[in-house]
């Protein structure tokens, strides 16, 4: 198998020849530019203005700094890695029985017990937002408090799906820097529940992101002291693990170690951010506490019953580790990222651990950038306060960001 950093060699390579035959601009690289540049070639001979599909009208132009995308947006701004994108073309053959009865499906969760060296409970979603709010809803009863940090997916950009999943359970939003909660937060949060029964909720659960929100990195260490204390109270611990692949990467831990061996619960092992079309695994680490959830996914409307789909996609996602060498690249680009604008006097406003990059730019610069075709949001967060004249901005890398993308983005920052 290709590693990817082959596979990104193989897609500059590709689109070179394609720039060299018609000088078009191909959309996408979810397409072959080989095959499209042939394809616009053959438009062109015709006379046809179809051009079946393709954004560049193949005029002789040489492909300009303008073809560099410079896409920092979001990791879901990605396209479809290649070999998932092939598995679910492959499990497209044929018939297969519905709602996970298929053998792709019953692959993944053998696959998913062996990866983490136990046998677990797994359940495949089509979204993050999904995964996280079954596997609280699980986890946490209707009066259960959830603790989780401020500024965390699950609490800022979930539209209330674990309060509605949950029946009414309640987020609590803990304060703590770069996107980490910390033990003594917990435990002095901890200290205002149990003591008025039945008239308070329970304190039931502590969701953490790994990694975080802001693109650090619990230690295992930091995830075993967040369980002690959660589990000395009877809490269950959730990791949303939408960048899991990331954090075990840059850890360089195993997929038990980061979880389950420090006293995870249940995750959200998230596969759309890393590659995948749309897939993520609710991972129940006590099958014993997985009691229903079938029926709680089903009733949640997010049991998909082409399911062998979904299970493609996760099993071409840790086939030969591709998931492991996409987030790699991801963080490396990152990494590169971070350091090329701090060398310019732009440093990142949180350690650099994932695959997110946190800059305070200068309005007159995220105007000349947001010109010149870059893309990434103005973030907001509490624990960051900057001057009116700079903008937050958050710089997500993915699988499919290209040093060339950082080399003009930095290169316009000068
Ligand atoms: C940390 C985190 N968790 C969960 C999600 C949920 O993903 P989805 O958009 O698939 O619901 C996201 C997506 O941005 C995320 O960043």
């Not at 949060?189 to 329970?202: D, I, K, N, R």
């Not at 971070?338 to 310019?344: F, T």
């Not at 290209?402 to 080399?407: C, K, P, S």
Request: charge should be negative; charged fraction near 20%; glycine fraction near 8%.
């Amino acid at each position: 198998m290709l590693s990817y950093a082959e596979h990104g060699k193989f897609r500059a390579q590709t689109q070179a020849v394609a720039r060299d035959i018609c000088g078009a601009r191909h959309v996408s690289p979810l397409r072959d530019p080989l095959a499209c540049a042939f394809a616009c070639h053959a438009d062109l001979a015709s006379g046809s203005r179809d051009w079946h599909g393709c954004n560049g009208a193949p005029t002789l132009t040489v492909a300009q700094d303008d073809d560099i995308p410079m896409n920092f947006a979001s990791d879901n701004t990605a396209p479809v890695a290649q070999p998932i994108l092939d598995a679910i073309v492959r499990a497209n053959a044929g018939y297969a029985l519905g709602y996970g009865n298929d053998d792709w499906t019953a692959a993944v969760e053998r696959r998913l017990s062996d990866l983490f060296e136990r046998d677990v409970a797994a359940f495949l979603v089509p979204t993050g937002t999904a995964a996280n709010a079954l596997a609280l809803a699980q986890v946490a009863p209707p009066w259960g408090v959830v603790f989780a940090h401020a500024e965390s997916h699950i609490a800022t950009d979930e539209c209330g799906a674990p309060e509605f999943f949950g029946g009414g359970c309640k987020l609590a939003g803990l304060p703590g820097d770069a996107g980490k909660i910390a033990p003594e937060t917990l435990q002095s949060a901890l200290a205002f529940y149990g003591g008025h029964s039945p008239h308070q909720m329970v304190a039931a659960a502590l969701s953490i992101t790994e990694a975080t929100e802001a693109g650090t990195i619990y230690r295992i260490e930091e995830i075993a002291a967040l369980c002690e204390i959660a589990h000395a109270r009877s809490l269950a611990v959730h990791m949303d693990g939408a960048r899991f692949a990331n954090a075990l990467v840059r850890l360089n831990a195993t997929p038990a170690q980061l979880t389950w061996q420090a006293g995870i619960d249940a995750l959200s092992f998230g596969a759309t951010k890393g590659g995948a079309m749309a897939a993520e695994a609710v991972v129940i680490f006590d099958p014993a506490r997985a009691a229903f959830f079938g029926e709680r996914r089903k009733r949640g409307g997010h049991l998909l019953s082409k399911h062998r789909f979904l299970a493609a996609q996760f099993a071409a996602f840790l086939d030969g580790d591709l998931w492991v060498d996409l987030a790699r690249h991801a963080n490396a680009m990152a990494s590169e990222l971070g350091e090329k604008l701090a060398a310019i006097g732009l440093p990142p406003l949180f350690p650099v651990e994932a695959n997110l990059v946190f800059v305070a730019l200068p309005r007159a610069l995220d105007a000349k950038l947001k010109a010149a075709g870059a893309s990434y949001y103005a973030w907001s967060s509490e624990t960051l306060r900057l001057p009116v004249d700079k903008v937050l901005a958050r710089l997500v890398t993915s699988f499919a960001t290209q040093g060339e993308d950082i080399e003009r983005f930095v290169n316009l920052c000068k």
